[in-house]
């Protein structure tokens, strides 16, 4: 199953508890989340690992200079 549909089904279900109203909106709801979230965490991850290597590379140069100025 996709994760649209887990998201539409856990949506739905997470709001027919409520039981004021059909779990079709909850579905809905669902369905959109999972989506954006299919996008955000893969930038976001990207985002957080190049940010560690960048930050390594500069770790890395500071020792580097530091050793040739002594």
Partial sequence: MGATTIGALVG???DAMSGDDSAADGALYGA???NVLKFV???AITYAVGWGVLKGLET???TISERVKA
């Fill in 41 to 43: 965490l893969p930038v």
């Fill in 60 to 62: 890395l140069g500071d």
């Fill in 12 to 14: 739905g279900a997470i």
């Fill in 32 to 34: 959109i989340t999972a």
